[in-house]
Nanobody
Framework: QVQLAESGGGLVQPGASLRLSCAASGRTASSRRMAWFRQAPGKEREFVGTISWNGGSTYYSDSVTGRFTISRDSAKNTVLLQMTTLKPEDTAVYYC????????????????????WGQGTQVTVSS
């Protein structure tokens, strides 16, 4: 099994940067595609970005492309979400997720492809 724990959220002003961290535990965590999703109040959970099992490729939603970067340190079983030029519309609870399938998998932007989830961390962008 895989356990995920996000950290690094907080309150920042528009234009600021923030880095979220996802600590993964479990023997197979480093062999799974990972993703970040977010959920604002009253809205559905939304795809943010994903990184392949080996860190070789990333893919982002249009709303964060060019501002957010996902990376992973397999040795530390950690996935990072670096967020820059934050906007009020980025306010949400951010979730880390691990794919249900091990190894190479196609890019997936839907929640049903991810079997393991963290508890979420709140990001608030406000002046």
């Amino acid at each position: 099994q895989v356990q995920l724990a996000e950290s690094g959220g907080g309150l920042v002003q528009p234009g600021a940067s923030l880095r979220l961290s996802c600590a993964a535990s479990g023997r197979t965590a480093s062999s799974r595609r990972m993703a970040w999703f977010r959920q604002a109040p009253g809205k559905e959970r939304e795809f943010v970005g994903t990184i392949s099992w080996n860190g070789g490729s990333t893919y982002y939603s249009d709303s964060v492309t060019g501002r957010f970067t996902i990376s992973r340190d397999s040795a530390k079983n950690t996935v990072l979400l670096q967020m820059t030029t934050l906007k009020p519309e980025d306010t949400a609870v951010y979730y880390c997720a691990a794919a249900a399938v091990l190894g190479p998998t196609a890019i997936s932007t839907t929640t049903d492809r991810y079997a393991y989830w963290g508890q979420g961390t709140q990001v608030t962008v406000s002046s």
